[in-house]
């Protein structure tokens, strides 16, 4: 039982043990009205009983030859030759097990009954075989919904894993591109004021201990990205001084929203890389939300004519990680004096 229901999809216990006798009951019924309504004890001991060995034999010889054909084709897109195949057998095998059954169970009523007319075995014949369909029609719908089901799953599975395999590596993107960049940072101030650099290494340490924290966390609150955002501009005024301009203007009752961590720093290390940073061209950068639940980055462009190259993967990464977490698009804009890119927030 346990190998077939694994093969049919699911344990067909109760549909045989109420199966077989409402079957039967009915098709005495279709068939025998008349003696039920004449003697009820005839039906129910001649008519029943017959219908009642008819049903078992037919029952399990086709469920065996429905399990035999799933077998042989188990898959989605075989339906329709394996229910091709199991109808084409339902019917050589009912007429061939009628030749042999008939005798025994069949003829001994038939002058008690007085159903030995040919409309009458022909009409029992179609009744027969409508009712057989009907039960194989059951199996087969309860299996394919099964099987539709058990796909579905392992779809849903396998995407699941192809999406935290895909999360996984973005995640470890956001280290080598902060450290890249900090690096880089480094390399400048060394020569120029040594002191600096020692500053900035301690700063540098207290901002990774906060990417180390949120390292496993998919979402952040928007108020501890922002204080990290903070911590990590002081970092760069190390280098840039007033030369780079960060202004940061947030409704406050978007603070617990959520967001991507170190989503910020990687769009100040974007603007930073590709834009002239000088006294005579200081970098603005504006971060704020919109009445729509949206955290807007905007800084005037002021391209490099020779840009520091970088890992490419500042953006994309930010974008694949939203459509994964938050299941929403990044929006990038560029225009003649400006560069924005729109993050979502989720609301608690």
């Known amino acids: 039982m346990n190998k077939a229901s694994e093969i049919l999809g699911f344990s067909d216990r109760w549909l045989v043990i109420i199966g077989v006798p409402v079957v039967a009951l009915l098709t005495g019924l279709l068939m025998f009205a008349d003696v039920l309504v004449a003697s009820p004890r005839q039906f129910f001991s001649s008519c029943f009983l017959v219908g009642l060995a008819y049903t078992v034999i037919y029952w399990l010889v086709f469920r065996y030859a429905c399990v035999y054909w799933r077998s042989k084709y188990p898959k989605l897109e075989q339906s329709g030759k394996r229910i091709t195949y199991l109808a084409l057998t339902v019917v050589v095998v009912y007429f061939g097990l009628k030749l042999v059954l008939d005798p025994f169970?069949?003829?001994?009523?038939?002058?008690?009954?007085?159903?030995?007319?040919?409309?009458?075995e022909i009409a029992m014949s179609v009744a027969s075989l409508l009712v057989t369909f009907l039960v194989l029609g059951i199996y087969e719908g309860v299996g394919l919904f099964n099987l539709l089901k058990?796909?579905?799953l392992e779809k849903e599975r396998l995407l699941k894993e192809n999406m935290q395999s895909q999360l996984e590596s973005l995640r470890n993107q956001v280290n080598p591109h902060f450290f890249f960049n900090s690096l880089n940072t480094l390399a400048y101030l060394i020569p120029e004021d040594s002191n600096k650099a020692v500053n900035f290494v301690r700063k540098l340490s207290q901002t990774y201990r906060y990417i180390l924290d949120v390292r496993e966390r998919e979402l952040v609150s928007l108020e501890e990205e922002l204080n990290f955002l903070k911590a990590f501009i002081s970092l760069l005024k190390e280098r840039f001084g007033e030369n780079l301009q960060v202004e940061i203007t947030v409704q406050p009752q978007l603070l617990q929203y959520q967001t991507l961590p170190l989503a910020l720093q990687m769009l100040m290390e974007n603007a930073i890389k590709h834009n002239i940073v000088s006294a005579q061209h200081p970098l603005h950068i504006h971060i704020g939300t919109e009445s729509d639940d949206r955290l807007v980055v905007r800084n005037?462009?002021?391209?490099?004519?020779?840009?520091?190259?970088?890992?490419?993967?500042?953006?994309?990464?930010i974008r694949n990680r939203s459509r994964l977490l938050m299941?929403?698009?990044v929006e990038v804009m560029e225009t003649e004096g400006e560069f924005v890119v729109v993050l979502p927030l989720l609301r608690v």
Do not use: M, W, Y
Not at 304 to 315: A, F, Q, R
């Open 327 to 329: 299941n929403q698009e």
């Open 150 to 152: 058990t796909t579905q």
């Open 105 to 120: 169970l069949h003829k001994p009523f038939e002058n008690e009954l007085g159903v030995a007319k040919l409309e009458h």
């Open 300 to 317: 005037r462009l002021q391209r490099k004519p020779h840009p520091e190259p970088g890992t490419g993967t500042g953006l994309d990464n």
